[in-house]
């Protein structure tokens, strides 16, 4: 149910290099460069581990386009509420924390209402093709990157930026190889990627990818 004119790859490399730019901005005004670079050097391992949720988010990138364009809006979106039941079983095992009644009442509540906020009897149409199997993977994605990104900023005592400056880089990486493997090189993507309404949804990634990452930071989902 959607053309996709631009290049998502590019996109999402544009949306996190202004991220890394965000970050290394707030973590210059507060340290020095130096600092940052004694940093990486001495964090070498934790760099490589945030190469898996950037791996996962960007397989979740991928997947989207494929999925949309072959499964209805309904059933899509619908399917994707599920993401809130898939991120507390992944968080209890990898925290290795049992959630309450309470907080699983709260996700299923929150799922159902999600979904029915989406649902639409009259569009929906619901067929078992080879897009569910790729929304599946999509949530297994998206909730264990989630989680998995929430256990490096709480589990090493490395500072926040830092730590965001990392996955930032990692997906660029990740995402220039696929980029450069899809092809998305052609005049017109290329075009249609730099026109300036095409250039507020990179900026728009990245507002929110901050705010995400500052929430998971700040906030604790067994409290």
Not at 136 to 161: H, M, P, S, T
């Amino acid at each position: 149910f959607l053309k996709i004119s631009e290049s998502p790859s590019l996109l999402v490399i544009m949306a996190e290099f202004i991220k890394t730019c965000v970050s290394l901005f707030i973590y210059t005004r507060e340290k020095t460069f130096d600092s940052l670079l004694t940093n990486v050097l001495k964090e070498k391992k934790l760099f490589l581990l945030y190469s898996i949720p950037a791996g996962m988010y960007a397989m979740y990138n991928v997947l989207s386009f494929y999925s949309i364009s072959l499964a209805d809006p309904t059933t899509y979106f619908v399917l994707l509420q599920s993401r809130s039941l898939a991120t507390g079983i992944i968080y209890q095992i990898l925290f290795k924390k049992q959630l309450s009644a309470l907080q699983w009442l709260s996700l299923v509540i929150l799922t159902v209402g999600t979904s029915m906020k989406q649902f639409s009897f009259s569009s929906f149409n619901f067929v078992f093709n080879e897009a569910i199997p790729l929304i599946l993977v999509q949530i297994v994605c998206a909730c264990f990157a989630g989680v998995y990104n929430e256990y490096l900023l709480k589990a090493r005592n490395v500072d926040f930026w830092v730590q965001n400056i990392f996955f930032y880089v990692n997906s660029i990486i990740i995402n220039v190889f696929i980029f450069i493997i899809k092809g998305d090189v052609s005049s017109a993507t290329l075009a249609n990627t730099f026109k300036l309404p095409v250039l507020f949804l990179p900026l728009n990634l990245a507002v929110i990818g901050i705010t995400t990452v500052m929430f998971l930071k700040h906030l604790n989902f067994s409290s």
